[in-house]
């Protein structure tokens, strides 16, 4: 039914216009007017089938059983179903709810996101990270309410920066990472989500969880190696890890550090900022070489972008580490 109210409201709108151009000039040559909409109609019914199949996919994934529904329930479900489809993918949407409200829709119920950007308001609230203004579980589903970062991803615009625009950037993330990293794990306390849950996380193609909380770099490594179904020898895995080191410092990472995860505004003038960092559901306390990294993680063989060149370079200087990692997740992870 939200398809067919789009399709009609379109419909409403060209005849509205062609309406306004007649109401001036009831014998108005129209041609350039039906022209005008010939030429631009498609693309505008296309966008109304796109926004629907985004809001098909938020709605499966607010599907409730009926023993969660309730009146609150079902009204905030309708609140969030009314507002704007920012971003969707399979089970997860970010969705514009107010002027500067957005909420992130999942099926997942664990709040390390929520915990991580609480944690960073309290200890450091000059990184410029969504500020968290609720959570709330329904049923198998979890929304997290916070402000909305405005601009573009990094990702879309970066292509058409200057190089001056671009290492204005660079300087800019790494003035904000070098603060993070100014954030070391206190004396006793674990690895990983800063509270809740005090798990590590390593997301690569799939996320693994450490099984209890870690407390020592000698224990993140073994949960480095610890992959299950693993086709490495034991003896294998052995001497992998006796080139690990367990004597890094351990700093508060986010730990997707990517340009689809980093947003920038256009001025007037053409000048770039930074409007924000996205996606802190990976971050907390890890070695230090884990943010560059992770930063990697997403280069292919075949990545043309010089992206790669304008890593901060506040979290460089762990090639050695970037390269053992990679061969552990060739032969034990993967």
Request: aromatic share 8%; proline share 4%; glycine share 4%.
């Amino acid at each position: 039914m939200a398809g067919e109210r789009g399709y009609k409201n379109l419909n409403t709108s060209v005849l509205r216009q062609i309406s306004k151009v007649l109401e001036q000039d009831s014998e108005a040559d129209i041609e350039s007017v039906l022209h005008k909409f010939s030429a631009s109609y498609a693309a505008l019914r296309r966008a109304v089938h796109e926004r629907q199949v985004k809001r098909t996919a938020v709605q499966d994934t607010l599907k409730l059983r009926e023993e969660h529904e309730s009146e609150l329930s079902s009204a905030i479900v309708r609140r969030v179903l009314s507002g704007t489809v920012i971003w969707a993918q399979r089970s997860r949407a970010v969705i514009q709810v107010g002027e500067n409200v957005a909420v992130k829709v999942t099926d997942d119920l664990n709040h390390d996101e929520y915990d991580v950007l609480q944690y960073l308001e309290q200890h450091i609230p000059s990184i410029p990270a969504p500020r968290p203004l609720g959570l709330i579980n329904i049923g198998p589903i979890s929304l997290m309410f916070m402000t909305i970062i405005p601009g573009d991803t990094l990702e879309t615009r970066w292509q058409s920066l200057s190089v001056e625009a671009k290492g204005r950037i660079r300087r800019i993330l790494d003035d904000h990472l070098a603060t993070l990293r100014r954030l070391s794990l206190p004396p006793g306390s674990t690895f990983g989500t800063p509270s809740g849950r005090h798990l590590c996380k390593d997301v690569r193609r799939d996320e693994r969880l450490s099984a209890s909380s870690i407390y020592s770099e000698s224990q993140f490594n073994d949960f480095l190696l610890d992959a299950p179904g693993s086709r490495a020898a034991p003896s294998y895995k052995h001497w992998l890890r006796s080139m690990l080191r367990t004597d890094h410092r351990i700093l508060f990472t986010h730990a997707d550090f990517h340009p689809r995860n980093i947003m920038v505004v256009i001025e007037a003038d053409g000048t770039v900022e930074l409007s924000g960092i996205l996606d802190w559901e990976a971050s907390g306390f890890y070695p230090e070489y884990w943010e560059q990294l992770k930063s990697l993680n997403t280069r292919s063989v075949k990545d043309t972008s010089d992206w790669w060149d304008y890593l901060p370079p506040s979290i460089l200087g762990y090639d050695q580490e970037v390269m053992l990692d990679r061969v552990i997740e060739t032969t034990v992870v993967y």
